[in-house]
């Protein structure tokens, strides 16, 4: 009896597998991008048709093409400050030889131990009126007030709060990977601080940087909670105001549009970061 092709044994063990996994994903995406070409009617709700008139009235309506944008310069502010705070933090973890090491990552997992809910609410009670910073501003200068809730700066401290662990952990990996006897010669050779960072690790750190960097700014064009909580109500982005077409609005035909714009926007700057990414790596 010949022996079974390894490659027909790998493809029956992962096969099955493989088509549940892109039924369960591909499914909800052809249900939604049906649904996204309906009509909006205020007595059925939804009416069935084929129309790209919800796409049109995002594309074409400021305020939605605004909220986009907002969303857009929120994730990538996050996650420009994610890597300019977590490269250091990851470095000094990676190359820590101390016994407490172990509890320097612990502090870094902890907080993903508590929902962004929670957190948000915690931020809540620091920036708002009468929390911890307007109380010590009042305390330290009388009749002075610091309120920096529902502003854009609180919303952008909260996701960054949130998702600077993720960007930390990726890193620390990478950097984990890399020789430090690589460093030790480039050092031997003459190169300063600064020059080992930007030829040597930058480059090596690469990859890990464009892992990081593209889980955060998935996390910060998604985020809910945090936007709706720290923002308010004046302040809109994309995920807050998809749940209120939805669920608010009973629009559902437009709430299904936005979500496949926000996910069709999203995978494209992602793979075009990537792909850039990816050059710049083998260019180096």
């Given at each position: 009896?010949?022996?079974?092709?390894?490659?027909?044994?790998?493809?029956?063990?992962?096969?099955?597998?493989?088509?549940?996994?892109?039924?369960?994903?591909?499914?909800?995406?052809?249900?939604?991008?049906?649904?996204?070409?309906?009509?909006?009617?205020?007595?059925?709700?939804?009416?069935?048709?084929?129309?790209?008139?919800?796409?049109?009235?995002?594309?074409?309506?400021?305020?939605?093409?605004?909220?986009?944008?907002?969303?857009?310069?929120?994730?990538?502010?996050?996650?420009?400050?994610?890597?300019?705070?977590?490269?250091?933090?990851?470095?000094?973890?990676?190359?820590?030889?101390?016994?407490?090491?172990?509890?320097?990552?612990?502090?870094?997992?902890?907080?993903?131990?508590?929902?962004?809910?929670?957190?948000?609410?915690?931020?809540?009670?620091?920036?708002?009126?009468?929390?911890?910073l307007d109380s010590a501003a009042a305390a330290l200068s009388p009749g002075s007030s610091v309120a920096l809730l529902y502003t854009p700066f609180a919303v952008v401290l909260g996701i960054l709060s949130i998702n600077l662990p993720y960007m930390v952990l990726t890193l620390q990996s990478v950097i984990e990977g890399i020789d430090a006897r690589v460093e030790e010669a480039a050092d031997s050779l003459g190169a300063d601080g600064p020059r080992r960072?930007?030829?040597?690790?930058?480059?090596?750190?690469?990859?890990?940087?464009?892992?990081?960097?593209?889980?955060?700014?998935?996390?910060?064009?998604?985020?809910?909670?945090?936007?709706?909580?720290?923002?308010?109500?004046?302040?809109?982005?994309?995920?807050?105001?998809?749940?209120?077409?939805?669920?608010?609005?009973?629009?559902?035909?437009?709430?299904?549009?936005?979500?496949?714009?926000?996910?069709?926007?999203?995978?494209?700057?992602?793979?075009?970061?990537?792909?850039?990414?990816?050059?710049?790596?083998?260019?180096?």
């Open positions: 009896m010949s022996a079974r092709p390894r490659g027909l044994t790998a493809g029956l063990l992962v096969g099955p597998a493989t088509l549940l996994v892109m039924g369960a994903l591909v499914a909800p995406l052809l249900l939604l991008a049906r649904t996204s070409l309906n009509r909006y009617d205020r007595t059925q709700f939804m009416v069935e048709a084929l129309t790209p008139e919800n796409y049109a009235r995002f594309l074409v309506d400021p305020f939605y093409t605004g909220v986009l944008w907002t969303t857009l310069w929120i994730a990538l502010l996050t996650t420009a400050l994610c890597l300019l705070f977590g490269f250091p933090i990851a470095y000094r973890l990676a190359r820590s030889q101390s016994r407490w090491k172990s509890a320097g990552v612990l502090l870094v997992i902890l907080p993903l131990f508590i929902g962004s809910t929670v957190r948000a609410l915690g931020w809540m009670g620091v920036l708002g009126r009468g929390g911890l960072f930007l030829h040597v690790v930058l480059p090596l750190a690469l990859p890990g940087i464009a892992t990081g960097a593209v889980l955060v700014f998935i996390l910060a064009m998604n985020a809910y909670a945090t936007p709706l909580l720290l923002g308010g109500a004046r302040f809109q982005m994309m995920a807050p105001m998809l749940f209120r077409e939805y669920a608010v609005n009973n629009n559902w035909p437009f709430a299904a549009a936005i979500a496949f714009i926000l996910m069709i926007t999203t995978l494209t700057l992602t793979a075009a970061s990537s792909a850039f990414v990816q050059r710049r790596y083998k260019a180096a």
